[in-house]
């Protein structure tokens, strides 16, 4: 059972650096989804994907975060100029129409 | 007010014990509803759907309550292995398919 693929498992960078988080979902699944989570709290929606168009971006995702699905396949999120407050577990998670999401393990990232 | 609201807990319970948790949500108009369950520093996974007839799955029971705008999850006989967070998800009024998630419960099962 091949489930949704996240790299790297683990991002360690310093402040200032960008980071590109890469997401391959389930190869049947239309839509694809970014999340993030902090210590204690709940994955917070950041965009997703139908196909390879960006059908909704959440306010969290300022301008130095941006996401791409450019064969509607895998996608990418990229984070430019990064901040300590960009610490967090972003998560990928993938859905077949109105079907639950499954998600990835997660890129842990830590920016000293 | 969060749009979805749960007990962090935690919940320390014996084994065999049956505990239950709550979920409130704000938007009256949500659509649909889920359980999932994370372990420590692990993705969230499915636990189950939530449905206004209600559902069980096996030791697992969910309830939908519109009219209060509340879900819940009863589990029966709890194992050591039902140790986790369980995150209560919302989706909100048709034509977004984003999960809004609650903060999670963090269920302990003691020996």
């Known amino acids: 059972d091949t489930g949704v693929s996240q790299n790297p498992r683990h991002k360690i960078t310093k402040r200032g650096q960008n980071v590109t988080f890469r997401c391959d979902p389930i190869?049947?699944?239309?839509?694809l989804y970014w999340y993030r989570q902090t210590l204690g709290q709940g994955p917070e929606f950041l965009t997703y994907f139908q196909n390879e168009a960006q059908l909704e971006k959440s306010r969290l995702l300022s301008d130095r975060f941006s996401a791409e699905r450019p064969k509607g396949s895998f996608s990418t999120l990229e984070i430019q100029r990064t901040e300590q407050g960009d610490s967090a577990m972003y998560l990928c998670?993938?859905?077949?129409?109105?079907?639950?999401?499954?998600f990835g393990d997660g890129t842990r990232l830590s920016i000293l | 007010r969060k749009e979805v609201e749960q007990d962090p807990g935690p919940f320390n319970v014996p084994e065999g014990a049956t505990v239950a948790f709550n979920c409130t949500y704000s938007?009256?108009?949500?659509?649909?509803f889920f359980w999932y369950r994370q372990d420590c520093r692990k993705e969230p996974k499915l636990l189950m759907s939530?449905?206004?007839s209600g559902n069980e799955d096996g030791r697992f029971t969910a309830q939908l309550n519109r009219a209060s705008q509340y879900i819940s999850l009863l589990i029966r006989d709890s194992k050591l292995s039902d140790s986790a967070t369980y995150l209560c998800v919302v989706t909100p009024p048709s034509g977004t398919y984003k999960y809004i998630f609650g903060t999670g419960t963090r269920l302990k099962v003691l020996a």
């Open positions: 998670a993938s859905s077949s129409n109105n079907q639950p999401q499954h």
């Open positions: 939530v449905y206004s």
């Open positions: 190869s049947e699944h239309n839509r």
């Open positions: 938007n009256s108009a949500s659509q649909s």
